[in-house]
Each structure stands twice: as structure tokens, then as C-alpha cells.
């Protein structure tokens, strides 16, 4: 099958495959990685017509964008390359906090640059908002940017809509990333209405709620030992939690096997579903194995109607998911 492209943003567009990939857990965070398998991955996303890749610098912390970078080695004129900054941290992992003060946002795109093997990057992003920063300053360095040539496009993740309208008006931002699936709605109040009125695109992370909408994820004991997720930060996959959103799960399969897909892939029909002329939705599931990548490609020949977007509605409502997204949530934008 062929993907089909998908513009984010309006004032500055960018067109991207409609079906990005994640790359965050080729490197840590959900278990044991392999590089072989994750380059191998990333090959086969680009075969596919998989080129919008997400990376970050603190992601390893920085051998994802390392990895990244000799993936995608010969082929740079196929890819939309988005990563981020603003989570800091040290080689050794300690996390630092947030830092979205100008001369970080400097030295934190040119080192990206050099672990990208790149000398541009398409869409990148803050990661999380720096409440001790003007949001103004940090976008006013993020612009400065791209008049270096050194970016393309600019994004946010995890952006209040009052913290989207103050950074538009400095320079224009091409979409947000910001976790939605059908776990995950809470952008339907007040920050899509906004994106729409300013012509920002949505690049939805966590798609699949962090893998549990695959059905793969049964019990703590499905996930690696080494794996976050079975972490307290995640409440959605542990204990009282999970048992509850397992049996959102089990509805989600039955329509799945209605509509003969699997349920990761009807939850990212769903998502890709979102999309419409006024907002440009490109979702980033990540994964790092080839059959996964193959199946969430999948989704997109996934056509739901009206009754099928109503039924999923009624079989996961919008505040009948259990426990929040990150225990602690004192990172996000609000």
C-alpha cells in the first residue's frame, strides 16, 4: 500500500507522511533495545513510505539521535527529521529539568546537528515548556534558528493553548506534539479548537496509550522487567489501573474484529480519523521491531464510517480510562 502525505501547519507548512515513527524506545524507556533491529526498522519504515521520524537528545540520553543519524545515513532527502530539546540531561542520565533558556536552545540544536550527522532539521520541537522562561525568549532563539538555516520548522509538545498563542505570535508554529488516542483526549477542550484557529498541525504521540491498544499488553508481566511502564509514572498500566483499561481494551478488539484489523490498528484509524481540511494529524506510534512497524502501517487502509466513530465512542468515553497519564504530571504544560 501506498501512505498518503499530510500537511501540518499552514502559515509554515510541512508535509509529512500521514503515519510517522516514534523512535524513542529503540534506545531506552520500553525495555531492551537492539540496534540491528531498530536500523533495521527505520529501513523499512522509509520502504514503506514511513518518513516522518521523531527522535529527541534526551532520549538514551542522545544515542537515539545517534542511531537515528546512521539509519538514516545516504537517505536524508527522504526523511521529514523532527527532534526536541528541553528535557536536560546528563551523559550519565541524570535528568537536569527543563531548560528553555536561549542559550540552551543554541547549544542544544547545534550538538542534535551533530549527532544527526545532519546540517538541517525539519520540525523541531521544545519538549516540555520551561515555566521559568518567557515562552517568548525561547521561541525567539528557536526562530533565530531558522533564519541559521539550522531548522525548517518549529513545534511545542505539551503546550497550553495559552502558551501556543503567545509562541505563534513570535514565529509561527507548525504543529504540536502532544500525546492523543482514544485514551488520551483531554487537547478536544481547548487546544485543537486552537490549532485549528492558527493553522497548526497535531502530531499525536503515544497513539496506541503507550502500547496497552494493541491488546498486546495483558499484564505487568507482558512488559520487560527493565521496562518503565510497569512503573508507578505510568498508573494507566499498573495494578487497579490496567485491570480497568484492559476491559476498554476488550471492546476496542471486538470492534477490531468487525471491521477484520486488529486493535492497534483501529485505534489509529481512529487517530488518523481526527485529521481533517483545517487540521493536519500525523500520529508517531513508536516501535522498534519490523512487525509492528508493518501492522501500524496497516491502519491506514483502515476506512472507519460515522457508525464505526460513534461505536468507539460509546465503547471508550472520554473519562472511563483509569489513572492519569504520568504520575507525576507537574512537567506538563497547563
Given at each position: 500500500m501506498t501512505l498518503q502525505k499530510r500537511t501540518l501547519g499552514t502559515g509554515s507548512s510541512l508535509t509529512v507522511s500521514e503515519l510517522g515513527l516514534g523512535c524513542m524506545g529503540m534506545s531506552e524507556f520500553y525495555g531492551r533495545g537492539d540496534e540491528g533491529e531498530a536500523i533495521a526498522?527505520?529501513?523499512?519504515?522509509?520502504?514503506?513510505?514511513?518518513?516522518?521520524?521523531?527522535?529527541?537528545?534526551?532520549?538514551?540520553?542522545?544515542?537515539?539521535?545517534?542511531?537515528?543519524?546512521?539509519?538514516?545515513?545516504?537517505?536524508?532527502?527522504?526523511?521529514?527529521?523532527?527532534?526536541?530539546?528541553?528535557?536536560?540531561?546528563?551523559?550519565?542520565?541524570?535528568?537536569?529539568?527543563?531548560?528553555?533558556?536561549?542559550?540552551?536552545?543554541?547549544?542544544?540544536?547545534?550538538?542534535?546537528?551533530?549527532?544527526?550527522?545532519?546540517?538541517?532539521?525539519?520540525?523541531?520541537?521544545?519538549?516540555?515548556?520551561?515555566?521559568?522562561?518567557?515562552i517568548e525568549e525561547t521561541v525567539g532563539a528557536m526562530a533565530e534558528l531558522v533564519e541559521a538555516g539550522k531548522v525548517r520548522h518549529l513545534g511545542l509538545s505539551e503546550a497550553s493553548a495559552t502558551t501556543i498563542r503567545r509562541a505563534h505570535a513570535v514565529h509561527p508554529i507548525t504543529a504540536l506534539q502532544s500525546e492523543y488516542s482514544l485514551f488520551t483526549r483531554d487537547l478536544e477542550d481547548e487546544i485543537l479548537p486552537v490549532l485549528r484557529e492558527l493553522g497548526i498541525g497535531l502530531v499525536p504521540y503515544s497513539p496506541l496509550g503507550r502500547g496497552i491498544l494493541t491488546g498486546a499488553i495483558t499484564s505487568e508481566s507482558s512488559l520487560d522487567e527493565d521496562d518503565s511502564r510497569r512503573s508507578a509514572y505510568f498508573p494507566r498500566l499498573n495494578g487497579e489501573g490496567l485491570r480497568a483499561n484492559l476491559q476498554l481494551v476488550d471492546r476496542v478488539r471486538a470492534i477490531a474484529e468487525q471491521k477484520g484489523c486488529t486493535p492497534g490498528q483501529l485505534?489509529?484509524?481512529?487517530?488518523?480519523?481526527?485529521?481533517?481540511?483545517?487540521?493536519?494529524?500525523?500520529?508517531?506510534?513508536?516501535?522498534?521491531?519490523?512487525k509492528y512497524l508493518e501492522?501500524?502501517?496497516?491502519?491506514?487502509?483502515?476506512?472507519?464510517t460515522h457508525a464505526d466513530l460513534a461505536a468507539l465512542d460509546e465503547a471508550v468515553p472520554r473519562d472511563a480510562v483509569v489513572g492519569d497519564r504520568y504520575g507525576d504530571m507537574s512537567s506538563i504544560d497547563a
Open positions: 526498522t527505520i529501513h523499512r519504515a522509509l520502504d514503506l513510505g514511513v518518513t516522518f521520524l521523531d527522535t529527541a537528545d534526551m532520549y538514551g540520553p542522545f544515542t537515539n539521535e545517534q542511531l537515528v543519524g546512521k539509519a538514516i545515513a545516504g537517505r536524508r532527502d527522504e526523511i521529514q527529521l523532527a527532534t526536541k530539546f528541553g528535557n536536560e540531561r546528563l551523559p550519565d542520565g541524570t535528568r537536569v529539568g527543563i531548560n528553555g533558556k536561549p542559550e540552551y536552545v543554541r547549544a542544544a540544536c547545534d550538538a542534535s546537528l551533530q549527532r544527526l550527522g545532519v546540517d538541517h532539521i525539519d520540525l523541531y520541537y521544545q519538549h516540555r515548556v520551561d515555566k521559568t522562561v518567557p485505534a489509529l484509524a481512529w487517530v488518523l480519523a481526527q485529521g481533517d481540511d483545517e487540521l493536519g494529524v500525523a500520529p508517531i506510534p513508536g516501535t522498534k521491531r519490523v501492522e501500524n502501517v496497516g491502519a491506514a487502509a483502515v476506512e472507519l
